[in-house]
């Protein structure tokens, strides 16, 4: 299945599984509930997502007399792109790393960290800015934006289920499609929503992840700097992980900020840098056929 069509299927999976939640733990009334709250989180998201994100991260715009040779870079690539060129960021950190934000190309923009520029020749960062440009080109940050707000309404819900369990709720009739479910099968619900939420969300995460690495691999034409970047990066990233940067915000990283880890393992949002790198050698072998 093509990493779009994974997407597309993993969205329908969440929105299904919002609306089933609402229903079973308050009926029809949870349901409606459910649908609005789903639609004004990602209004909010949608217009407010690249604002609350680069605040999180830290970063700052600079401007193309502040760093000439970064905007030269972001410029050449957005054109390469055909994209808009995006505003300019950098977060004071020593750690490498890179994200894009942005509800669309004319909204976009590209943070990286003080650590990246040190680390990364040219064409390593020209690599890692052109995957971050295949976000903005694919829509990934909404994407990511519409599955990580879905993914909270469902935890909010499921929250509201717990209070609703404590003061005795879901004890009506079991015929009543109103009342819901009874108390045994809303709180297996309760407890198994906000982790299957969870999962498909990092499913969706890492599914744009490899759709961006292809995409910008083919706006450069050289998978092979990109590859070496991500190799780079995950080493560096192992010794020097980032310790002040909202956990939210990290599926938006190029890399998981906080370094490997069992937790990180177990629950991540990005692919594993062998499996990235191995597809992008596969890309350049194909290349050069």
């Known amino acids: 299945m093509g990493n779009a069509l994974k997407t597309a299927v993993l969205l329908a999976f969440l929105t299904a599984l919002l609306l089933v939640v609402g229903e079973i733990l308050g009926g029809s009334g949870g349901l409606t509930i459910a649908l609005i709250l789903a639609l004004g989180m990602n209004f909010i998201s949608y217009w407010y997502s690249d604002k609350i994100a680069l605040s999180m991260a830290g970063a700052y715009e600079v401007s193309p007399a502040e760093a000439p040779d970064l905007h030269a870079i972001v410029a050449d690539v957005a054109r390469k792109a055909g994209l808009p060129k995006p505003r300019v960021y950098i977060i004071n950190n020593p750690s490498p790393n890179a994200f ?40 990934d940050t909404l994407i990511a934006t519409v599955a990580a707000t879905i993914a909270g309404a469902i935890t909010y819900l499921a929250q509201m289920g717990q209070w609703a369990l404590m003061f005795g709720g879901f004890g009506g009739r079991r015929d009543s499609r109103d009342n819901g479910l009874g108390g045994a099968e809303a709180l297996l619900m309760i407890f198994l929503a906000p982790l299957a939420a969870l999962l498909i969300q990092l499913a969706i995460s890492r599914s744009r992840e490899y759709n961006a690495d292809a995409t910008g691999a083919r706006i450069t034409g050289d998978p092979l700097a990109l590859a070496n970047a991500l190799e780079r990066l995950e080493r560096q990233i192992a010794y020097r992980p980032m310790t002040n940067v909202a956990p939210t915000t990290a599926p938006l990283f190029i890399m998981n900020p906080f370094g490997p880890g069992m937790f990180q393992k177990l629950f991540s949002d990005h692919p594993p840098t062998a499996e990235r790198i191995a597809r992008l050698r596969k890309m350049a072998f194909q290349q050069i056929r």
Do not use: K, W, Y
Not at 100 to 116: K, L, M, W
Not at 120 to 139: K, T
């Open 100 to 139: 894009a934000t942005g509800r669309d190309p004319q909204h976009a923009a590209v943070a990286v960290t003080s650590g990246i520029l040190q680390i990364l020749n040219f064409d390593e960062l020209e690599g890692v800015l052109a995957h971050e440009m295949a976000h903005v080109r694919n829509r």
